[in-house]
């Protein structure tokens, strides 16, 4: 890599010129992935792209009106000092908030650049040019910065909502319910069989590791969210995996309480709340009957329960 003092004018301007054609290309990528879920927000970006190739071709034509037609190839990595970037644009769906925080960061550091090489530059015009671009550069960093607090129209809040379902509630809610649930059989199990709070609490305590990582495995590879929307799988994983574990060291932390039928009993009641916010979180995001999505895992909770207890006690 090249430290940013040892350039020459000429590979500034070859440097820059890479660098807009980058962002032009990479602005490009952000509008063809927001433009089915968020269209509004596409259009500003295809905007900030138009912009970028604008700020190309004028440094195009100073380069060749300085060194010739020959542009060699100076990326951005070639040179210390610039933050590396991770390539969010190749993430479908893509993350709004990510987008816009990305552009906004994206701005600031390539005005940055064009200030500090437009100090370096003996060159009248060059040293103009670039000037300009840095003062057009925080107009963009505005820009994005705005796009980052504009507020959703109807249509898109509404998009934003479901891939929220789709992503994180789904998932989560699948694990909480694995977690509170079937967990219940092997603790309850436990704890009728060996009357003690300190073996239900391991036994607990495995069941809820090890159903939490199951459970966020067999998430992440269940499929990798390209056409159903549902996000980058291993995100997906992570929030099934900490909710199943989760869920299940709800009902198996009483039974640190040293006396087991106190423990037992702060558990039962530790089961109901969790059924009860797995019942909420299906009749709010889910759209079904709180009635109906009660009567449903209480059904299950308590079938679960009642196996956990007479293997128990056999």
């Known amino acids: 890599m090249k430290t940013?003092?040892?350039?020459?004018?000429?590979?500034?301007?070859a440097l820059a010129i890479t660098q807009e054609e980058q962002d032009a290309r990479i602005y490009e990528d952000f509008a063809d992935g927001l433009k089915e879920n968020y269209p509004e927000q596409a259009v500003k970006f295809r905007i900030m792209r138009r912009e970028?190739?604008?700020?190309?071709?004028?440094?195009?034509?100073?380069?060749k009106t300085r060194f010739g037609d020959h542009v060699p190839l100076i990326r951005r990595q070639d040179v210390r000092g610039f933050v590396e970037r991770k390539p969010?644009?190749?993430?479908?769906p893509l993350g709004l908030k990510t987008v816009q925080k990305t552009?906004?960061?994206?701005?600031?550091?390539?005005?940055r650049f064009y200030e500090a090489a437009a100090r370096r530059t003996t060159d009248a015009g060059i040293r103009q040019l670039l000037g300009d671009l840095a003062e057009e550069e925080r107009v963009h960093a505005n820009t994005a910065e705005?796009?980052?607090?504009t507020k959703l129209n109807e249509s898109e809040s509404a998009q934003q909502k479901r891939l929220f379902v789709l992503q994180v509630i789904q998932p989560g809610l699948a694990g909480l319910m694995d977690g509170s649930v079937?967990?219940?059989?092997?603790?309850?199990?436990?704890?009728?069989?060996?009357?003690?709070?300190?073996a239900t609490f391991l036994v607990g305590l495995a069941a809820a590791v090890g159903a939490g990582i199951s459970m966020g495995f067999a998430e992440a590879l269940s499929d990798d969210g390209s056409l159903t929307g549902r996000g980058h799988p291993w995100a997906r994983g992570f929030v099934c995996g900490a909710?199943?574990?989760?869920?299940?060291?709800?009902?198996?932390?009483?039974?640190?309480i040293p006396n087991?039928?106190?423990?037992?009993?702060?558990?039962?009641?530790?089961?109901?709340?969790?059924?009860?916010?797995?019942?909420?979180?299906?009749?709010?995001?889910?759209?079904s009957p709180l009635v109906s999505a009660i009567l449903q895992v209480a059904l299950g909770g308590a079938l679960v329960f009642l196996a956990g207890i007479l293997i128990g006690i056999s």
Not at 103 to 111: D, I, K, L, Q
Not at 269 to 284: D, Q, T
Request: glycine share 6%.
């Open 260 to 287: 087991i039928k106190t423990a037992t009993g702060v558990a039962v009641c530790v089961v109901l709340v969790e059924l009860g916010v797995i019942s909420w979180v299906r009749h709010k995001y889910m759209d």
């Open 4 to 13: 940013f003092d040892s350039l020459t004018e000429q590979e500034i301007l």
């Open 182 to 198: 079937s967990t219940l059989a092997p603790l309850f199990c436990a704890a009728f069989a060996t009357h003690s709070s300190a």
């Open 52 to 63: 970028e190739d604008n700020h190309r071709h004028r440094l195009l034509e100073l380069y």
């Open 88 to 92: 969010v644009w190749l993430i479908r």
């Open 243 to 256: 909710m199943t574990t989760l869920g299940g060291l709800g009902h198996t932390l009483p039974y640190l």
């Open 103 to 111: 552009a906004e960061s994206m701005e600031v550091e390539t005005r």
């Open 146 to 149: 705005q796009i980052t607090l």
